[in-house]
């Protein structure tokens, strides 16, 4: 079963987007495109998900 995580998207200037995270501390990521920016963060999520259940 997966878990839920909630991001925060924004823009920033210059057009990239930044998304962070008030459930996992740690997720700082930023894109070139809201879909990219998602995917990154969710990569970045699952990976801290996998090492916090060490």
Known sequence: ???M?????EELPKGVY???SDNIQ????????ITET????RDVAKKLIN????
């Open 26 to 33: 740690g997720i700082v990521v930023q894109g070139n495109t």
């Open 18 to 20: 930044l998304a962070t």
């Open 1 to 3: 079963m997966g878990k």
């Open 51 to 54: 090492k916090l259940q060490i």
């Open 38 to 41: 998602i995917e990154f963060a």
């Open 5 to 9: 995580v909630n991001f925060q998207i």
